[in-house]
């Protein structure tokens, strides 16, 4: 492979980033513009999609909307034009708790984002997608190895992981595809005390085989890479640091 292959590999291409205003999705976007894409990002939190332009050329665009409003989805990709890829990496706060604490109202409310704001968005954005075009959606770990008080995220990881594959299926030839990251250093646990956080951080770090938590970056690596494989779909990449084999 020439060394013009690997590089600007999404010059002239437009890449929309759904929850692309910090931590992984930013990343990302990050990566896909030092390719040479146009990104797209699309966030709740205007404020944080100011900051995020910053960090990105002035060809960047973003655009703030509630992920979770299916005719806020609708209107967006209405306007959007046709693009190349389409990013998901939009996430709230997990909700970890034991069965019998966890209200099923909350339960609903954790879908909400993570897998019908996902479905939603495929829905809309799949006739616009340009031909080699491709869906990259957001799973995790914890469908194939969930820890106590993780029933509800490995179920939303689960309902992402076959969603992936049957979306490959029924969109082809557009390819659909998903990463499956471990622990990471993200905006995700900011609702721990820094040094809860940090002590986590740490312990992880022990247990995991290549010595240390993830940052955004590595994952971002992995969404790059689902774009320009022009021969996969409906694989699952798991990016860990080993986490499910210890």
Excluded at 14 to 32: C, D, E, F, Y
Excluded at 92 to 110: C, F, G, H, K, Q
Excluded at 128 to 138: A, N
């Amino acid at each position: 492979m020439t060394a013009q292959a690997l590089t600007g590999f999404l010059t002239n291409k437009r890449v929309v980033v759904l929850g692309g205003s910090a931590g992984i999705g930013l990343a990302t976007a990050q990566a896909a513009a030092a390719e040479g894409a146009e990104v797209l990002l699309v966030s709740s939190n205007q404020a944080r999609i100011d900051t995020a332009l910053q960090t990105l050329p002035a060809s960047a665009q973003g655009h703030a909307l509630d992920l979770t409003d299916e005719a806020q989805l609708q209107g967006f990709f209405a306007q959007c034009g046709d693009f190349d890829h389409l990013i998901f990496t939009a996430g709230d706060a997990l909700l970890l708790a034991e069965l019998a604490t966890t209200e099923l109202a909350a339960v609903r409310r954790a879908f909400e984002l993570r897998y019908f704001g996902a479905l939603a968005a495929v829905k809309y954005a799949q006739p616009l997608l340009r031909p080699g075009g491709s869906v990259v959606l957001t799973t995790g770990i914890a469908s194939r190895r969930p820890s106590k008080g993780w029933a509800v995220g490995a179920s939303i990881c689960g309902a992402m992981d076959a969603l992936t594959r049957a979306l490959a299926v029924e969109l082809a030839p557009i390819r659909v595809n998903a990463v499956s990251p471990g622990i990471v250093k993200t905006d995700l646990w900011a609702s721990l005390p820094e040094s809860e956080r940090a002590a986590m951080y740490t312990h992880f770090a022990q247990q995991l085989p290549v010595g240390r938590v993830g940052e955004a970056t590595d994952i971002a690596q992995t969404y790059l890479y689902l774009l320009r494989q022009p021969f996969g779909t409906g694989q699952i990449i798991v990016v860990d640091g080993g986490g499910v084999l210890v």
